[in-house]
């Protein structure tokens, strides 16, 4: 799978209508004990946000397939930074 695949996927079947907290809750329910899992998570995220920086829209149509509705590489570029610091933070409680 590439990045764009595992985004639409990690959105659609974690975002969806929640919180991005309720989302990483969901996602270190199971990365807590998969680290194939927790890696694919982290850099799926920082494919999308590298993605954003070089100005391409591809993270925008996977994104809007959740709950959440961005117009731009920017706002793209926001959500995706503020999820992977949420679900890191989030991982970080779970593993101490």
């Keep these: 799978m590439n990045w764009q695949e595992d985004l639409g996927d990690l959105f659609s079947a974690t975002v969806n209508q929640q919180s991005l907290e309720e989302a990483a ?21 920082n494919s999308a946000i590298q993605s954003c920086k070089s100005g391409s829209s591809e993270a925008i149509a996977q994104i ?26 989030e991982y970080k409680c779970a593993k101490e």
């Excluded at 809750?25 to 995220?45: F, G, I, K, R």
């Design 25 to 45: 809750e969901m996602m270190v329910s199971v990365s807590e004990d998969d680290l194939e899992y927790h890696n694919t998570c982290v850099s799926t995220l």
């Design 64 to 89: 809007n397939k959740s709950g959440y509705q961005v117009d731009s590489v920017e706002k793209a570029q926001k959500i995706l930074e503020d999820f992977l610091l949420i679900y890191l933070n």
